[in-house]
């Protein structure tokens, strides 16, 4: 029996390995996509770090589809050949060749609950500070291939440009409030834009002023401007969610004098990051008791069944969930765990049938 169960958790283990890689590949390749599109004429180091920074917040929530699809091709395989049939033949109950798949899940659990509590969240934090920081990089380097360009309150169209930083009849609009009578529209003929620091400087030719109630202002020469982007980027300034906090940070943050609304939210926070760990233990026991149920499907069959699971069952339970606790419909402890519990009566049923067949 012990050499059977080393037998299903090899299988299982070497799946779940070609599964991960596979995966992470897919997910690497639509992360430099994302970058890529999210960080146009900001300099090439902006989006290689966004690459990795996107991987590993994204990489835990690929777990249960990693384990799913690996249990169910593993048990799949030595159902095909037919090995559970001459172990329950030998006297093996079920519940024994199960062991492996549920040592599988308990392993996914183990690894996947520090990372969604601890690390993801310092990542997503990291990742949304870079994100933050693109539009000042882009100031600094602009897209050769775009005629506009917009940070905070500043606007700037362009129609033609000889060299970086170097613009020709330009239009620029500046609102540091949001109060209209606060808003600056200048055209000139040609612009020098330079950033040093949180310092933007403009060095214009043939400026005036556009559509201005307060007056009309002409100077064919040359005039300087320099514009303080602290100020008018002040109302992108970062605030961190929930989300973006560590489990360790929201337990001290229980400890201090927050509202109810927010208390209970964390408390949702915390909980459902534990029950998403949980889940991959009955997820990897209804991947077992699926692959048996294919037998000869072949990898195809395998695939889809696990990917239909995931699709129309378990991501589906826990963003209703999340939807239910943000209206208030269901207690977060409640919402956080019933996606899990719900889990469990599959794996009963699928036992049964099994038993029966």
Request: glycine fraction near 6%.
């Amino acid at each position: 029996m012990v050499l059977l169960s080393r037998s299903y958790f090899r299988e299982v283990s070497r799946h779940l390995l070609v599964a991960l890689v596979s995966i992470l590949f897919l997910i690497a390749l639509g992360a430099a996509i994302r970058a890529s599109a999210t960080s146009q004429g900001a300099p090439i180091w902006v989006p290689l770090s966004l690459v990795p920074l996107i991987v590993g917040q994204a990489l835990p929530y690929f777990f249960p589809v990693v384990l799913l699809i690996s249990v169910v091709l593993g048990y799949g395989r030595m159902a095909a050949d037919n090995e559970d049939v001459a172990a329950f033949a030998a006297g093996v109950s079920p519940n024994k060749l199960l062991q492996p798949a549920l040592w599988s899940g308990l392993l996914v659990c183990l690894i996947t609950y520090p990372l969604t509590a601890e690390v993801v969240p310092s990542l997503y934090s990291k990742m949304r500070q870079l994100m933050h920081s693109v539009p000042v990089a882009a100031l600094k380097n602009t897209n050769p291939g775009a005629s506009e360009l917009s940070f905070g309150g500043l606007y700037l169209s362009w129609n033609d440009r000889s060299g970086p930083g170097v613009f020709h009849d330009i239009l620029l609009s500046i609102d540091s409030s949001k109060s209209n009578d606060d808003e600056l529209r200048l055209r000139a003929n040609r612009a020098i834009m330079n950033v040093e620091g949180e310092k933007l400087t403009f060095m214009f030719e043939g400026l005036r002023t556009f559509r201005d109630t307060r007056g009309l202002f002409y100077n064919p020469g040359q005039t300087w401007l320099t514009i303080d982007l602290a100020e008018i980027n002040a109302n992108r300034e970062l605030n961190r969610r929930v989300k973006d906090k560590s489990s360790r940070e929201l337990f001290v943050s229980l400890r201090t004098d927050l509202s109810e609304d927010d208390r209970s939210h964390t408390w949702f926070i915390l909980w459902q990051r534990m029950s998403m760990a949980f889940a991959t233990i009955p997820l990897a026991l209804i991947g077992a008791l699926l692959g048996w149920r294919l037998r000869k499907g072949g990898f195809v069959s395998g695939f889809s069944s696990a990917l239909s699971f995931l699709l129309l069952v378990y991501f589906p339970l826990f963003f209703v969930c999340d939807n239910l606790e943000e209206v208030d419909a269901l207690s977060p402890l409640v919402a956080a765990w019933l996606p899990a519990a719900l889990l469990l009566p599959i794996v009963a049923f699928l036992l049964r049938r099994h038993r029966i067949h």
